[in-house]
């Protein structure tokens, strides 16, 4: 198989297809078996879709907790119950005496950690079922909380009841939500009427690719030039690098002894994740540490370092 089928396509979705949809669209184009994104988009949003191809799938565990960046458009006036334009109003109220300074402060009390109930039109299961099947057959649920963060939720414009925000927040954060609670707050009601994903981690707006210019890519012969190799979707990781003759031992699964590492990062501890690089920059495995860095100091050369998340070679 040509390696390149092997890498990650930065995928603009456009609005209405579901994120499957798109999945599908690129492996009928490539022609590939097997493909998976990064973080569900909504069919009404469009922007960032990084979907992995063949082999790449197996870093998809490691790149879908990365934060992400929206541009979003929020209408107030109105609350639906799918707390977007798609849906039906549920309450409404009146906008008119609403100010940009009470909606710039809002904003800003939304910064930091936050519990947010997840909407009943979501991919989230409960018992194994979707929870927009259920919303669907006029069932309803209670949900837990869940803990999102709000790295920054920036104020862009207001013009009469339409209000556009930029917003980094965690992964699985639903911005529709803090649409409807920002209307529950205000008391007026809102819900989310356009969405954007500018950003997931290494992949942005601007090396992104839609899907017909992937079809034109693949057609011509350029598509090496617009796909992203591994190792750039993983460079956030720190890094480590090892002994040239410890690449088999860690292909075969073996997790790597002290005596196997050329180089590490100052500071690590057991939790975190990090890629191992050979001398020519492949990425061959992710692994975790089993001690911090001081405990690693008093190791033996023969003693188990890192155990092994993911063998990618």
Request: proline share 6%.
């Amino acid at each position: 198989m040509d390696s390149t089928l092997n890498q990650v396509v930065n995928l603009y979705k456009p609005s209405g297809p579901t994120s499957f949809a798109m999945v599908h669209s690129v492996k009928k184009i490539l022609g590939v078996k097997k493909a998976g994104h990064i973080g569900t988009l909504d069919p009404m949003a469009e922007g960032i879709l990084p979907i992995c191809l063949n082999q790449s799938t197996r870093i998809i565990q490691f790149l879908s907790p990365l934060s992400k960046h929206y541009q979003c458009t929020m209408m107030l006036g109105a609350a639906t119950d799918t707390q977007d334009s798609t849906g039906k109003t549920i309450f409404e109220g009146g906008p008119s005496e609403i100010t940009e300074t009470q909606v710039r402060d809002l904003l800003m009390s939304f910064i930091g950690e936050q519990k947010q109930v997840p909407p009943m039109y979501s991919a989230k299961k409960s018992n194994g079922i979707p929870l927009y099947k259920l919303a669907r057959n006029g069932i309803t649920i209670e949900r837990k909380p869940v803990s999102v963060h709000f790295y920054s939720i920036d104020f862009v414009n207001m013009e009469e009841n339409r209000v556009e925000f930029e917003v980094h927040c965690s992964a699985g954060t639903y911005i529709r939500t803090l649409c409807h609670d920002i209307g529950q707050s205000l008391g007026c009601g809102a819900h989310m009427s356009g969405l954007i994903r500018k950003r997931v981690g290494a992949f942005a707006q601007d090396s992104s690719i839609t899907p017909e210019e992937l079809e034109t890519a693949n057609n011509n012969g350029s598509l090496a030039g617009v796909l992203f190799p591994v190792e750039k979707a993983l460079e956030f990781l720190p890094e480590i690098r090892i002994n040239d003759d410890f690449i088999e031992p860690i292909s075969n699964g073996n997790a790597l002894p002290k005596f196997s590492l050329k180089a590490y990062p100052g500071e690590f501890k057991p939790g975190m994740m990090l890629r191992v690089c050979n001398g020519s920059d492949k990425v061959l495995a992710i692994v975790e540490p089993l001690v911090d860095q001081d405990q690693f100091s008093q190791l033996a050369p023969e003693d188990i370092a890192f155990k092994l998340k993911r063998v990618l070679i």
